[in-house]
């Protein structure tokens, strides 16, 4: 097996069971490795430190084990079964009124670069690194083994997270889908697995779905960012009054009507509009007693972190000044480069320019589905605050 060396005092981390390794921490290699080969990672003092896949990119590796062990199917087999397990401690398959759930969740799963998610029998995968592709097979034969007549099709979803000069075939790898309605809480949603963003929908925010639309009973809300409508209907299923989504997207805010007539048909308490959400709350002269941020990533990088700073602030304050006094306003980050006090900091900056009161009564992350890794603090990339407003 070929292997690395890592320069001195890159090694800290890792002993650390943090799994990635950066390009700039590599000191030599054993020779030509391959894109997506399995290595082994060294000190340099030549003592072992872990396993993992190799990758041409400034994530050069992402360890998946720390134990030098044989990597085989029966190491794959356990760590798929942990990770469903989980799942099942969890009650996720024995939900009457949910049927969709992230089933693994890469580094939360010590399985980096995997994604899979279950939607109602059919599971999206998507690979972050080439070595789980390459291995797509194995995975998807464990799969079909643990799960047994739960699971009708496996669909592969990769395209856009793997390199481009790897050649990915997006489709079903296996069995048949029987529908693409899935439940969430009560609400149905239409999942788009070919065009659609991430796996389809967005399953981190199903708690904070829930816990907002405790809020919003006999109140105006705006949610803005709403790709496929998923706060809205939550909303209205909260016996919102009033409900104003807005995605610069038309293809978005042509899901989120599908998805509110699909639930709701015939209500007359939604609006949804096409506009860039900045432009909107700079010219409307609507006020509201909910309004939901719940923006694409500011910062995919560390080098881009200070402008979505300052993105998040200039957002937040634009929203302060349109809440109703005594109003709520729920807003996050998916940005993994941004650290949850760097999150707060630009929302409480926000809060000060406006010079209105403000009080946090929740703190957010991402779902139950989506665990986090203690030793890879990139894994909690969900932050989120309900913020009241006086």
């Known amino acids: 097996m070929n292997h690395i060396i890592l320069k001195s005092g890159k090694d800290k981390d890792i002993r650390k069971f943090y799994p990635w390794v950066f390009s700039g921490s590599i000191k030599k290699t054993s020779g030509t490795i391959n894109e997506g080969e399995i290595i082994t990672v060294y000190d340099n003092k030549s003592e072992y430190l872990g396993t993992g896949f190799y990758q041409s990119s400034p994530i050069a590796v992402r360890i998946f084990s720390f134990t030098d062990e044989k990597i085989s199917e029966t190491f794959w087999f356990d760590r798929i079964k942990r990770a469903i397990n989980y799942r099942t401690q969890l009650g996720l398959f024995n939900l009457s009124s949910t049927n969709c759930f992230r089933l693994i969740h890469s580094e939360g799963d010590f399985l980096p670069g995997l994604i899979a998610d279950w939607y109602n029998g059919n599971i999206v995968l998507q690979m972050h690194s080439i070595g789980m592709y390459k291995n797509k097979e194995i995975i998807c034969s464990i799969l079909q083994t643990i799960l047994g007549e739960k699971l009708q099709a496996i669909i592969m979803k990769s395209s856009a997270t793997l390199p481009k000069n790897i050649e990915v075939e997006d489709g079903i790898i296996w069995g048949k889908i029987h529908g693409n309605q899935v439940q969430e809480n009560g609400n149905t949603?239409?999942?788009?697995?070919?065009?659609?963003?991430?796996?389809?929908?967005?399953l981190d925010q199903r708690d904070n779905r829930e816990l907002i639309s405790k809020y919003v009973a006999h109140k105006s809300v705006l949610n803005t960012f709403?790709?496929?409508g998923g706060f809205s209907a939550y909303a209205l299923q909260g016996n919102a009054s009033r409900v104003v989504s807005v995605d610069s997207s038309a293809r978005a805010i042509d899901l989120t009507q599908e998805t509110i007539s699909l639930n709701y048909p015939g209500t007359q308490k939604h609006t949804a509009l096409v506009a860039d959400a900045f432009e909107y709350l700079d010219t409307t002269e609507d006020t509201f007693d909910v309004i939901i941020l719940d923006p694409p990533a500011f910062a995919k990088h560390a080098q881009v972190v200070s402008n979505a700073l300052n993105g998040y602030k200039k957002l937040n304050k634009k929203a302060i000044e349109r809440i109703n006094p005594g109003g709520i306003l729920c807003t996050f980050s998916c940005s993994q480069a941004v650290s949850k006090e760097q999150f707060k900091r630009s929302v409480l900056e926000a809060s000060a320019k406006t010079g209105r009161k403000v009080r946090i009564m929740h703190q957010m992350s991402q779902s139950t589905c989506h665990p986090v890794n203690l030793y890879h603090?990139?894994?909690?990339?969900?932050?989120?605050?309900?913020?009241y407003v006086e």
Not at 377 to 387: M, T
């Open 189 to 202: 949603f239409i999942i788009d697995w070919e065009k659609g963003q991430k796996t389809g929908f967005f």
């Open 226 to 228: 709403c790709y496929t």
């Open 377 to 387: 603090p990139e894994s909690e990339y969900l932050k989120g605050l309900i913020i």
